[in-house]
């Protein structure tokens, strides 16, 4: 059964940085292309950042271009995300996902979700 688990979301402010987690289980981590995306209340989920299995390419949105680092460690099944000068308009459940496709982008192509951790950044 395949797991994926974020953790180290929680409550910021302005200006301040938080490291994020995702752990995966029951899956050839290092055969899939992990993405980080976001979903704020009222909006769509976005695509944050992504990194392929490799780590050969990263994509960063726009919103995280510049301030947002993803990176992950095959040995250890664990995907990354710095994100530093964070912004109110940050806070949103920030969820990772796995995809077989080298080429996802949108919430569709990705095969499988962790639950999703909260972060809130306040002004």
């Known amino acids: 059964q395949v797991q994926l688990g974020e953790s180290g979301g929680g409550t910021v402010q302005a200006g301040d940085s938080l490291r994020l987690s995702c752990a995966a289980s029951?899956?050839?981590?290092?055969?899939?292309?992990m993405g980080w995306f976001r979903q704020a209340p009222g909006k769509e989920r976005e695509l944050v950042a992504r990194?392929?299995?490799?780590?050969?390419?990263?994509y960063y949105g726009e919103s995280a271009r510049g301030r947002f680092i993803i990176s992950r460690d095959n040995a250890k099944n664990t995907l990354y995300l710095q994100m530093n000068s964070l912004k109110p308009e940050d806070t949103a459940v920030y969820y990772c996902?796995?995809?077989?496709?080298?080429?996802?982008?949108?919430?569709?192509?990705?095969?499988?979700w962790g639950p999703g951790t909260q972060v809130t950044v306040s002004s």
């Open positions: 996902a796995a995809a077989k496709n080298p080429f996802a982008y949108i919430r569709r192509q990705y095969d499988y």
């Open positions: 990194i392929t299995a490799s780590s050969g390419t990263k």
């Open positions: 029951g899956l050839t981590f290092s055969s899939f292309h």
